[in-house]
């Protein structure tokens, strides 16, 4: 029995090396912009991780699996990507129709144009440009199923909605929205627990952590739509961490690479059987 639970344990260990994306209700993944490829999740100890690098551009991709409309309120490092706000579950994020996938390339700043996300030094990420350093390193995707519509004769008054949300992509006007939700507390509460153990790691990281940079402006066009949701908390929260390939080793998410034997000598000339060399060739 205690056989059969380790290989379990093994598959389920090796399977999450190779994983790329992570969601119930919709697939959620961190693309590589310069190569178009998904980058690998590593889990550890609860969570899930990418390897960055300061300068490489990246997206946030959503899938929705769902059969409805699915609001996708979007963090990093605790900062909303469409408002700038630090973030909050009862936000406005991006609205997917059914079965609907979208990369999320950059901080909103307006409904045609993002500052493209990309990692960066710990200094030069946005979060703390805007005095906000404590969340760095996280990647938060809060999904929100829709509220179905009432029959007409059980109609009431709506209540007025927050604002509008934006969509990311060239889309149909119906694609993307902010949520109309009762007003909460900062939702930053919501990472508390991965904060604590995100610094308990930070000990013994040999240099800076990354965050994720304000890029260069590029064209992102959105649409807006209203979003009743169905419940005023989550149905899923999908989490993934990032940092730079030497501080995870640092902090055992990604096992350390075996070293190859230095080839120093203690006596490098009697490493060598030696015998009688040939003479020189005779020149006559």
């Known amino acids: 029995m205690k056989t059969h639970s380790r290989l379990a344990s093994l598959l389920l260990a090796i399977a999450s090396l190779q994983a790329h994306a992570v969601g119930r209700l919709a697939d959620v993944q961190v693309l590589d912009r310069q190569t178009g490829a998904a980058l690998p999740l590593h889990y550890h100890a609860g969570s ?14 959503v899938r929705s699996r769902a059969s409805q409309r699915l609001l996708a309120v979007t963090a990093v490092d605790g900062v909303n990507v469409v408002s700038g ?11 997917l129709s059914p079965r609907q996938r979208t990369q999320i390339t ?28 404590s969340h760095l390193g996280v990647i938060g995707v809060a999904l929100f199923r829709e509220k179905p519509p009432q029959p007409p004769e059980n109609a009431v008054l709506a209540r007025e909605p927050e604002r509008l949300a934006d969509t990311q992509g060239p889309v149909s006007p ?29 000990r013994a990281r040999p240099s800076s952590r990354l965050g994720t940079g304000h890029g260069r402006r590029e064209v992102s066009r959105v649409a807006h739509t209203q979003f009743e949701r169905l419940q005023e908390s989550p ?4 989490v993934i961490r990032y940092d730079s390939f030497s501080n995870l080793i640092a902090s055992g998410v990604i096992p350390a690479p075996l070293r190859q034997p230095d080839p120093a000598q203690a006596f490098p000339l009697s490493d060598v059987a030696r015998y009688v060399p040939d003479p020189p060739p005779l020149y006559r």
């Open 235 to 238: 149905d899923e929260t999908i």
């Open 174 to 202: 119906d694609s993307a929205a902010h949520a109309a939700s009762p007003a909460r507390a900062d939702g930053a509460a919501a990472s508390a627990d991965a904060a604590q153990s995100a610094s308990a790691e930070s």
């Open 48 to 61: 899930y991780w990418v390897v960055g690098a300061p300068g490489a551009r990246y997206a946030i991709v």
């Open 85 to 95: 706000e630090t973030a909050s579950w009862a936000q406005g994020g991006y609205v």
């Open 106 to 133: 950059g901080w909103r700043k307006s409904d045609s144009e993002v500052a493209g996300f990309e990692f960066a030094l710990a200094g030069d990420s946005y979060a703390a440009r805007t005095g906000r350093p």
